[in-house]
Structures are given as C-alpha cells and as structure tokens.
T-cell receptor, first 114, second 111 residues
Framework: ETGVTQSPTHLIKTRGQQVTLRCSSQSGHNTVSWYQQALGQGPQFIFQYYREEENGRGNFPPRFSGLQFPNYSSELNVNALELDDSALYLC?????????????FGPGTRLLVL | EDKVVQSPLSLVVHEGDTVTLNCSYEVTNFRSLLWYKQEKKAPTFLFMLTSSGIEKKSGRLSSILDKKELFSILNITATQTGDSAIYLCAAKMDSNYQLIWGAGTKLIIKP
C-alpha cells in the first residue's frame, strides 16, 4: 500500500507567477483535501475533492483552484502568487468508509514566494 | 464561527516528565476530534475520538474527549526526546469532511 505523495518538495516563485502542486492519494482513497499551513499555525482548509468534484471549500480566493483525476490524484493551482502564499501546502487523502475522518497526509510542498 | 483552540502554544519539559496538552472546540454539528503529531512536514495520525469519557491509548500516549465541556486532552507519560514535535488537534463536523484545526502545541523535550 503506497502512502500519499506530493511534488515538488520545495518551490520558489516570484509574485504574480502561477504554480501547480501535485498529490497522489493513498491506494484505495478517493478523497483528497488540500491545506495551507503558514509557519507556526495549524493547517487551513483550502478545498476537498471527492470523485473528481469539489466537495467543499474553505475561505480562499478563486485564484486557488484544483482538479482531481480519475485515478484520484489531484492538483492545486495558485494564480497571481502573493507573498502571503508562502507556506507549506499539505494534501491529505481519505476514504468515505467509516466517515472519512482519518486523513493521511503527504510530506507537503514548501512554497516560497519572493 | 467554528474554532479549535489548543493550549499551551508551547511547552518545554525534561525527559521523563508527563505532559498534558489541551484542545477545546466550538464546532457546529461536531462529529469527532482527531490528534496528529507533526515533526517535520506531514502530520501523522494519533487518535480519533468520538465518544465522551472513553480513553484511547497507544503506548505512552493517551487521549480522552469530554463532549459536555467541549474539550480533549492528550497525555504523554515518561516523555522522550523523540516526542518533541507539534501536536495538532482537529475537529470534524458531521456535515462534510472538512477538519477545523487548532494552531498546535509545540512540545520540546530536553534530555
């Protein structure tokens, strides 16, 4: 059973650029959630995808968008990057079986916006 | 507004000490409370609590939920330097799969 993987591990961008982050869910999981974690804070929910459809969204602007593919892997896209977008981006996969509470996290992508 | 508050924000103790980390929540249609340990990047799952008063235990770690007073505690006994990490709690609502996270408690264990 493979765990959650994310790529890239680190990324440096400049203000105004666009970025795509990738996540492969754990085998058997069809739900992927994305979180932004700023330094010293808990994760903030961005959105969740279930069977290729957005299944809920946190308080993030539309320039944060996502996709889920038929194999349940997912992408997070951020347009018009701002300095405050610098953070650790985590994805977590889960399965609706048993309520889907337990989310398994990938190692994250650390994004630095200069 | 749904929120989860953890205390203390940071804690420094010596190896062998026992620590208690607190998590209080105000969440609409509460379903469960989860604890995670975050060392470098990925939070790793520790416990999920759904019922009041039933202690969950894993080695030196234990946790309990009080749904009347809306809080949970995580206890670590005989702490070791490897317990140094950020401990996060999160509340799940019944309506969807979103987790509401606390800011975490940064625990440092000194040898």
């Amino acid at each position: 059973e493979t765990g959650v993987t994310q790529s890239p591990t680190h990324l440096i961008k400049t203000r105004g650029q666009q970025v795509t982050l990738r996540c492969s869910s754990q085998s058997g999981h069809n739900t992927v959630s994305w979180y932004q974690q700023a330094l010293g804070q808990g994760p903030q929910f961005i959105f969740q995808y279930y069977r290729e459809e957005e299944n809920g969204r946190g308080n993030f602007p539309p320039r944060f968008s996502g996709l889920q593919f038929p194999n349940y892997s997912s992408e997070l896209n951020v347009n018009a990057l701002e300095l405050d977008d610098s953070a650790l981006y985590l994805c977590a996969s889960s399965s609706p079986a048993g309520g889907g509470e337990t989310q398994y996290f990938g190692p994250g992508t650390r994004l630095l916006v200069l | 507004e749904d929120k989860v508050v953890q205390s203390p924000l940071s804690l420094v103790v010596h190896e062998g000490d026992t620590v208690t980390l607190n998590c209080s929540y105000e969440v609409t249609n509460f379903r469960s409370l989860l604890w995670y340990k975050q060392e470098k990047k990925a939070p790793t799952f520790l416990f999920m609590l759904t019922s009041s008063g039933i202690e969950k235990k894993s080695g030196r770690l234990s946790s309990i939920l009080d749904k009347k007073e809306l809080f949970s505690i995580l206890n670590i006994t005989a702490t070791q330097t490897g317990d140094s990490a950020i401990y996060l709690c999160a509340a799940k609502m019944d309506s969807n799969y979103q987790l509401i996270w606390g800011a975490g408690t940064k625990l440092i264990i000194k040898p």
